[in-house]
């Protein structure tokens, strides 16, 4: 069976200029695969490089050296660690979601067009290059994603009130569910899970459970960090270790 996604010597070091060029490794040569419909809980003490191994899942981070590889919906698998800005956008928009403690919104956005605007972006029209002044077929598109988001929203007990505001001024856990909407409102290849319980109350942890359990229904590989123990059982198929030695 052909991974989703397969990590191969992976090695990640930073370089802190304000302390004479000191080098600090972070990773250092990490491998796995991760399965579609399997859950990979990476583990181990702070400061071992898990948020770092996201990243540069993501391509926020670039790796030194290694491989990352994904098999794309159309079968064409792209090492990440080579991917262009351009490829990572498009990968972003329809092939990989990322779930973290900290939601990054543009200012003024209402809450629900900050996660319409992920379903839309999925769609193969914006990447088929859809006529953008056609006004009456965005409006029915962002109509339709809107209702999809109300219906997460309301699944995600965030109150009604709060949907059409900026989620600027919202809570600690009201912004965390919507981030959480963001990255579960279109099905993604890979889901990546930094934490996506934090600040979240016990109701609504276990609506993440369920979500993360039909994402992987749906054939998604999911890769996460999850410190809070009850979750992390319920949706790890395995766990893998980071550690130094």
Not at 80 to 89: D, E, V, Y
Request: proline share 5%; charged share 25%; aromatic share 4%.
């Amino acid at each position: 069976m052909n991974a989703v996604l397969s990590v191969k010597d992976l090695h990640k070091r930073f370089t802190l200029h304000l302390r004479g060029g000191l080098e600090l490794p972070v990773l250092r040569g990490v491998s796995l695969e991760v399965q579609a419909g399997e859950c990979v809980a990476l583990v181990g003490p702070s400061g071992q490089g898990k948020s770092t191994l996201m990243k540069c899942l993501y391509g926020s981070y670039q790796a030194d050296r290694g491989e990352l590889w994904l098999q794309c919906e159309d079968g064409e698998p792209i090492d990440l660690a080579q991917a262009s800005a351009q490829q990572l956008i498009a990968l972003r928009r329809r092939e990989i979601a990322y779930v973290s403690q900290f939601l990054r919104a543009l200012p003024r956005v209402p809450a629900i067009d900050v996660v319409a605007e992920r379903l839309l972006e999925g769609q193969p029209s914006a990447a088929e290059g859809a006529d953008p002044l056609d006004d009456d077929a965005h409006e029915h598109a962002l109509a339709a994603a809107r209702e999809q988001v109300r219906a997460l929203f309301a699944r995600l007990n965030l109150p009604s009130g709060l949907w059409d505001l900026p989620p600027a001024t919202f809570s600690g856990g009201e912004q965390q569910r919507v981030n959480i909407a963001r990255g579960f409102v279109q099905p993604a290849r890979l889901l990546l899970l930094d934490e996506p319980t934090a600040s979240l109350d016990a109701a609504n942890r276990r609506v993440v459970i369920q979500l993360i359990g039909e994402a992987k229904r749906r054939g998604s590989a999911v890769v996460g960090i999850f410190h809070d123990e009850e979750v992390r059982n319920a949706v790890a198929n395995r766990c893998v270790q980071l550690v130094h030695e």
